[in-house]
């Protein structure tokens, strides 16, 4: 039903009092290690909401390469577009306080992004193609299939960078960050934003975080707040989002309500700590939205 293209990493997630000073040694009360990346956990979203899902990137075939395939599959993902090298996996180290602010350490040792040539077309077609922007060579090849096969197409876009430039005004749905709009114009308002976007795209939304979202969709509009949940730590709430935002295009949902399933799965995401454990299921999901 989904498949969605770009980053796949392993995090290890430290829930710690404070983030460490030089030379300072401090204990985590608790440790993570799970698979992330915004596509993959994306397609975890999916999988877990009751979708067929596929993810196509890189892994390495390194011990983090190795376990994270297998959380895949263990999902239920369709990996046959995973491409595997000798290049380390990109590995994350997250350090969470109690009040839910992170640090983060990334390494990606001399990982390259992929060339067009390794993207292969799954044997059955989407109903949605789901972008992050992180594998911008595969960008091409994989909107042409999309298009062929008249799927949906998605962008997250949560950060500027060439891979969500030449795919923002190219998708059906451009779904932004609010750091991605204060990048992409400079210092203006979210609403200003929007308006800017989607001179140029058919349907744009702006996530905020806390404060909801604000959409533009051909010529309406609307603004949704967040469900309010006590949020323990906010890390891949936006990957939920919009994993649970191409599983509801997928489905065929109504505009309004596949708004509000998005954001009730980005919610329930912030309640647990880490973005993969914090996946919600779809009763989970149905749960909140008080079906
Ligand atoms: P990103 O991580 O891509 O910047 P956001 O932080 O904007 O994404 O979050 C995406 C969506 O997840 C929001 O629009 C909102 O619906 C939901 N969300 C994020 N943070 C919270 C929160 N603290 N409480 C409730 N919902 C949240």
Not at 185 to 191: H, I, M, Q, S, V
């Amino acid at each position: 039903d989904v498949l969605c293209i770009g980053h796949a990493s392993f995090d290890l997630v430290f829930a710690v009092p404070h983030h460490p000073a030089a030379d300072e040694k401090i204990f985590a009360n608790t440790l993570l290690a799970c698979g992330g990346g915004p596509a993959a956990n994306a397609a975890v979203t999916v999988a877990r909401l009751g979708l067929k899902a596929g993810f196509a990137g890189y892994l390495g075939t390194d011990l983090y390469g190795e376990r994270h395939l297998e959380e895949l599959r263990e999902a239920g993902i369709d990996t046959q577009a995973v491409v595997r090298g000798s290049s380390p996996t990109p590995l994350s180290a997250v350090l969470v306080k109690p009040d839910g602010r992170r640090a983060l350490v990334n390494y990606k040792g001399d990982t390259r992004p992929l060339p067009p040539q390794d993207f292969s077309a799954p044997p059955t077609p989407a109903r949605c193609v789901l972008f992050d922007g992180h594998e911008p060579g595969l960008s091409e090849p994989a909107l042409s299939w999309a298009r062929a096969h008249d799927a949906a197409t998605v962008l997250d876009a949560g950060s500027l960078h060439t891979g969500s430039e030449w795919l923002m005004f190219r998708v059906g749905h451009l779904v932004a960050s609010e750091k991605f709009a204060a990048q992409w114009l400079g210092k203006d308002t979210p609403e200003q934003a929007l308006a800017a976007l989607a001179e140029r795209s058919p349907c744009v939304v702006v996530t905020l975080g806390e404060r909801g979202l604000i959409w533009r969709r051909g010529a309406e509009s609307g603004r949704l707040p967040a469900f309010p949940v006590a949020a323990v730590d906010t890390t891949g709430a936006g990957d939920v989002f919009h994993g649970a935002y191409a599983a509801g295009l997928a489905a065929g949902m109504d505009w309004l309500d596949l708004l509000r399933y998005a954001s009730a799965a980005g919610a329930l995401c912030c309640t647990r700590l880490g973005a993969r454990p914090g996946i919600p299921s779809r009763h989970e999901v149905e749960r909140l939205l008080g079906e």
